[in-house]
């Protein structure tokens, strides 16, 4: 079955870390650009990042950099986001998404709340 | 930045009858390519997003064709010939030219 299954979200108190995950499967996960989006409670989409099919290249939406690291085990057919120095405005669902600037596949969402 | 702006903010419309969106972008969403980088994804409620259409006009696997897409440069219209009741959501515009880039969304729901 084509889908993503994201993981690893949680309850972070700000300015700690925390690394969410992405389980691709039913496609060449290598062969795809991937991105992650976020959604605050009761808000619109925000995109956060994409990077690359062979990981050579990343960028990020301008209040996440320096602050959250895109990555892919292609291997593995995982997409990763390491996020640090975690603020409120930082809670979400995260979704992962495949890019083909299309965002076609969706995984279902993993929710991260930053709070004291 | 590219920014991106939706009309209506929210849309009650009777089973049956058509509906319509705006999306107006910053700047110009056609690639030397040829292509336009303009998306509409829905948002049903409780769920993921899914695609609707991709490149401003070209419907994806899927979709019902009651769905269309059309416009060019920087001014796109989604549009439903008939809505149904499993058409209630949120749809986002999306452009993806220079990074990605969404709209604030258009609520619909049925009267």
């Known amino acids: 079955e084509v889908q993503l299954v994201e993981s690893g979200g949680g309850l972070v108190q700000p300015g700690g870390s925390l690394k969410l995950s992405c389980a691709a499967s039913?496609?060449?996960?290598?062969?795809?650009?991937m991105s992650w989006v976020r959604q605050a409670p009761g808000k619109g989409l925000e995109w956060v990042a994409y990077i690359k099919s062979d990981g050579s290249a990343t960028d990020y939406v301008d209040s996440v950099k320096g602050r959250f690291t895109i990555s892919r085990d292609n291997a593995k057919m995982s997409l990763y986001l390491q996020m640090s120095s975690l603020r409120a405005e930082d809670t979400a669902v995260y979704y992962c998404a495949r890019d083909l600037t299309a965002l076609d596949l969706w995984g279902q969402g993993t929710l991260v709340t930053v709070s004291s | 930045d590219i920014v991106m702006t939706q009309t209506p903010i929210s849309l009650s419309v009777t089973p049956g009858q058509p509906a319509s969106i705006s999306c107006k972008s910053s700047q110009s969403l056609l690639h030397t390519s040829g292509k336009t980088f303009l998306y509409w994804y829905l948002q049903k409620p409780g769920q993921s997003p899914q695609l609707l259409i991709y490149e401003a006009s070209k419907r994806f696997s899927g979709v019902p064709d009651r769905f269309s897409g059309s416009g060019s440069g920087t001014d796109f219209t989604l549009k439903i010939s008939r809505v149904e009741a499993e058409d209630v959501g949120v749809y986002y515009c999306m452009q993806g030219i220079h990074l990605r880039t969404f709209g604030q969304g258009t609520k619909v729901e049925i009267k």
């Open positions: 039913g496609f060449t996960f290598g062969d795809r650009w």
